[in-house]
T-cell receptor, first 111, second 114 residues
């Protein structure tokens, strides 16, 4: 069974606040990913990492940043949240080039 | 570049009806193909996959066959249940630099009523 965790599950925060979305996996996977899911359910890759100290931007430009200091941890940070950042954020990990395992997601609302 | 097109939803069916969700793709090379399912309030789960032409992926009564000649990977189930109500995503591998990510279709919402 996949073990990938995201916290918080829901977050409502005011404009201008700094936030960090946590993502952890216990499977020892090298590859990790962040997706943004819009209200129409479409998924967009915003960040990925192939290992410790490796991070890359995805297809959709995002003002968020990520870090990968430990294999199991891949947090996403927004320095100054805005209403346009309101979305669902999904974290995933994979071992090889096939199956990605997804966390339950964080639903972020910026007021 | 690689892309996925899935039929738009919502798809509304009665229990025990036959389900088809169409998915076609554009890709260079030979991508692997996937169907993921997202139940309400949850993340995505892999439903089935196929890694080469003519492969058939199957799981929980769902099936899809990798058709290179028609660049398709349509999802089918012979008899849907209320518990199958979810959003279904077709996806393919995108080779990028030293690794890979997935490219997803826009998702198709399935609603099954009893």
């Amino acid at each position: 069974e996949a073990d990938i965790y995201q916290t918080p599950r829901y977050l409502v925060i005011g404009t201008g606040k700094k936030i960090t979305l946590e993502c952890s996996q216990t499977m020892g996977h090298d590859k990790m990913y962040w997706y943004q899911q819009d209200p129409g359910m479409e998924l967009h890759l915003i960040h990925y990492s192939y290992g410790v100290n490796s991070t890359e931007k995805g297809d959709l430009s995002s003002e968020s940043t990520v870090s990968r200091i430990r294999t199991e941890h891949f947090p996403l940070t927004l320095e100054s949240a805005r209403p346009s950042h309101t979305s669902q954020y999904l974290c995933a990990s994979s071992e090889g080039v096939l199956e990605q395992y997804f966390g339950p997601g964080t639903r972020l609302t910026v007021t | 570049g690689n892309s996925v097109t899935q039929m738009e939803g919502p798809v509304t069916l009665s229990e025990e009806a036959f389900l088809t969700i169409n998915c076609t793709y554009t890709a260079t090379g030979y991508p692997s193909l996937f169907w993921y399912v997202q139940y309400p309030g949850e993340g995505l789960q892999l439903l089935l996959k196929a890694t080469k032409a003519d492969d058939k992926g199957s799981n929980k009564g769902f099936e899809a066959t990798y058709r290179k000649e028609t660049t398709s990977f349509h999802l089918e189930k012979g008899s849907v249940q209320v518990s199958d109500s979810a959003v279904y995503f077709c996806a393919l591998t995108k080779w990028a630099q030293a690794g890979t990510a997935l490219i997803f279709g826009k998702g198709t919402t399935l609603s099954v009523s009893s």
